[in-house]
């Protein structure tokens, strides 16, 4: 496809001599998750717009034979992009989001990624180290001292004993909100590299802005 038709596709020059539609176009976030316990998250009624709403939320999890694969994450991802341009469901203004976590990748395995993610101001990368469990952890207290896998999910379940894989937490939204405020004391860019966050000592995420984007859109913050 030629870089002028995409961008026609995407609401560019030609779309202001077009015939304006009467019908709302809904803002999109396409969210792919590598996990199911990502995508029980991003699907909680939290995050689900009203039906009036102007904001269309699609999370589909991609999870890679061996749990781990940024490359085939990214690859899904354009190709997902690709099939919702075809069918001219695409829009200026939706967001595209990747989320996933270290899961002993290597810095090199998310330079595709943030290439990607460069390219457009509409893609992005939520990342957590060492697991998305962290982000769930900082619903319930501060992750200071939290680095491994076996940490916190110990340190998670000692908040929520029924915690398992996959399956939603009872997550209010003043939680979901004292996440935020967690993370932010991280004072993470968010034009920072993951492959750079990657490189970082410590715990870390930037899923706060994923989930910060979402609720604004929504209107529920």
């Not at 396409?30 to 717009?49: D, N, V």
């Not at 998310?110 to 619903?139: M, N, S, V």
């Not at 004072?187 to 910060?212: C, M, N, S, W, Y």
């Amino acid at each position: 496809m030629s870089s002028k038709r995409y961008r026609d596709q995407m609401g560019g020059s030609r779309a202001s001599s077009r015939s304006v539609s009467t019908r709302k176009i809904k803002k999109r976030f396409i969210i792919i998750t590598e996990g199911e316990t990502e995508q029980a998250y991003f699907t909680m009624g939290i995050f689900k717009p009203q039906e009036d709403s102007d904001v269309n939320v699609q999370v589909i999890c991609k999870k890679s034979k061996d749990g781990r694969d940024p490359q085939s994450m990214l690859k899904s991802m354009k190709n997902t992009l690709k099939g919702l341009i075809k069918t001219k469901k695409l829009h200026s203004g939706d967001s595209a989001w990747l989320v996933l976590d270290d899961d002993n990748s290597q810095s090199e395995e998310f330079q595709a990624l943030d290439a990607w993610a460069a390219q457009r101001h509409d893609r992005f990368i939520a990342y957590t180290k060492p697991q998305f469990e962290w982000w769930l952890l900082l619903h319930y207290r501060d992750g200071a001292g939290i680095v491994t896998k076996s940490k916190c999910l110990a340190a998670l379940r000692d908040k929520q004993p029924n915690y398992q894989k996959g399956k939603a937490l009872p997550i209010t939204l003043d939680r979901v909100n004292d996440a935020l405020s967690q993370a932010d004391k991280l004072r993470i860019q968010r034009d920072t590299p993951i492959a750079e966050l990657h490189e970082k000592a410590g715990a870390l995420t930037t899923v706060h802005f994923l989930v910060h984007d979402l609720l604004a859109a929504i209107g529920v913050q």
